[in-house]
């Protein structure tokens, strides 16, 4: 076992929840769970916290059949990433920064991965926003400011300093983006970046009774003088603010004004750094996608986002944004961690990603399979076949099958064979890289459906090494006797897998 699968088997041992434990070792629930499922290296300061917590010694977690990753895999992941740098080729990404990036010097390696993507021929319009760096400035020079529904009221004096603020940091992210890093694609390459005044305003007006001053929303985007910069390889810098046709200056909300960007100049994707690896459930687990009708009930059900234990008060600015680019035709928004070194990487080059997908309709699909599907599909079975963990078997007829989609991409599979009044579920399987995901559930209530239909009332498995999964989803087991006749002819009696049913 690898550190991360020991982790989750002591945790399991002392009943604890991912949450629970993640609080006593101050580590963010989704990055444990990464850590558990052995996508986020783990370093010793962590391990003496995780021996205290479990009281054990911190050789517990590394087990001597432990082997570390190969080269290969590095290689597998760059020959996966390929038809991803093809897909984005001369494609425009919006990205948005919150001013704590800057702050937490966590820029310089984000600036690395911005200029290694405009490398890749892709589209770069960066949006930061400054509200860490104006609350610093007004607090040292004892200038009082409130905000509403997480708004700052802009009052004149205030936006002397707001102005300055922005300058600042414009000039230090055009430097760090100017820079060449010494590992970097372009080092040796002229890396052009620009800003420029692309966004007229309006104030925002009185909310809840306040007049909101030099507070702004946006009017227009300039994007044809936006996309003369990309043509020209430019990396576009905006700052949240915006100006009136007769000179005034309004502060904008950063999160807003990177949806409008998108809108504007219909972005392939708009991409927002946040404080977790993306939307967590109640559970402090990471919600790999949310569409926006699911996204919409999240925030209607949310009345105190300061109390909401799966997003946080700033980044609940980001996911009303980001609703706002879905119902406006932006495809994709990606919500990434920022405190993971590579999150942008991972969440645009991978199937798999990082954080927290938003799409108008599901990226998943399940449906019967095909002829041309049956590669994909031995794909996923045969290393589960090798383990022992299904039987092998030739398709020989892909009617019975069904495969579950992500993105296009088969991630899982199931058979589903009538027997009087019973329907096996044979082939269960999830790709390996999306297991623990909520995929299997999705699959097994496909199935329940799929029974219903048949006006069948119980479905049953054979297994090997999976019996917990099944019993957590109201399997119970049951004599093989009880088996369907049929069933029964064609088991298999040297690999004595046991029988389960779910009444539904």
């Known amino acids: 076992m690898n550190p991360g699968q020991i982790i989750r088997k002591l945790r399991q041992e002392k009943g604890m929840t991912l949450s629970a434990l993640a609080k006593t070792t101050n580590l963010d629930p989704g990055n444990l769970s990464r ?15 995780l021996s205290v917590s479990f009281n054990v010694s911190p050789s517990v977690f590394f087990d001597k059949n432990f082997v570390v990753n190969k080269p290969i895999d590095f290689i597998q992941s760059f020959r996966q990433s390929a038809k991803f740098i093809n897909q984005f080729n001369s494609k425009t990404f919006v990205i948005g920064i919150g001013g704590e990036i800057i702050n937490d010097e966590q820029f310089n390696s984000i600036a690395h991965d911005i200029n290694l993507m405009h490398s890749m021929n892709i589209n770069i319009i960066l949006v930061y926003g400054v509200r860490p760096q104006i609350d610093k400035k007004l607090k040292d020079k004892n200038i009082s400011s409130k905000l509403i529904r997480n708004l700052r009221v802009t009052k004149k004096e205030i936006l002397k300093e707001i102005i300055e603020v922005n300058g600042t ?11 060449g890093f010494l590992d970097s694609p372009l080092l040796k390459n002229n890396i052009k970046v620009s800003s420029g005044n692309f966004i007229t305003a309006r104030p925002i007006g009185v909310i809840d009774g306040t007049d909101m001053e030099f507070t702004g929303q946006i009017r227009k985007i300039d994007s044809e003088a936006i996309f003369n910069k990309l043509t020209n390889k430019e990396i576009v810098v905006i700052s949240p603010l915006g100006y009136s046709p007769i000179g005034d200056v309004f502060n904008l909300s950063y999160e807003q004004t990177a949806a409008h960007i998108a809108r504007s100049v219909k972005a392939e994707k708009l991409i927002y750094y946040v404080n977790s690896s993306g939307i967590l459930n109640i559970h402090g687990e990471l919600i790999p996608e949310l569409t926006f009708n699911k996204a919409k009930r999240l925030i209607e059900h949310i009345e105190n986002p300061k109390n909401a234990p799966f997003i946080s008060y700033n980044d609940f600015n980001i996911l009303k944004s980001s609703l706002y680019a879905i119902n406006n035709k932006i495809e994709k928004v990606h919500l990434i961690n920022r405190n993971i070194d590579g999150s942008i990487i991972e969440e645009i080059f991978t199937d798999k990603g990082s954080g927290t997908i938003l799409t108008e309709y599901s990226l998943e699909n399940i449906r019967s399979a095909k002829e041309s599907d049956i590669n994909q599909i031995r794909n996923i079975i045969s290393p589960l076949e090798k383990k022992g963990i299904l039987a092998d078997r030739v398709i020989k007829d892909i009617g019975p099958f069904y495969v579950i989609e992500h993105d296009h991409n088969i991630i899982g599979t199931v058979a589903l064979y009538k027997y009087s ?16 995901l909520g995929y299997g559930k999705k699959l097994l209530k496909f199935c ?23 019993i957590e989803n109201n399997f119970q087991q049951t004599d093989k006797k009880f088996m369907p006749n049929a069933r029964k002819k064609i088991y298999t009696a040297e690999r004595n897998s046991k029988y389960f049913i779910k009444r539904l």
């Open 421 to 436: 009044d019973l329907l096996e579920m044979a082939c269960f399987a999830i790709h390996d890289k999306y297991q623990n």
């Open 169 to 179: 940091l414009k000039t230090k992210i055009e430097s760090v983006l100017s820079s």
């Open 448 to 470: 329940e459906k799929k029974a219903l239909e048949l006006n069948i009332k119980k479905l049953f498995i054979l297994t090997t090494q999976s019996e917990h999964w099944f």
């Open 35 to 49: 850590i558990e499922r052995g996508e986020l290296n783990i370093n010793f300061t962590l391990l003496e916290r």
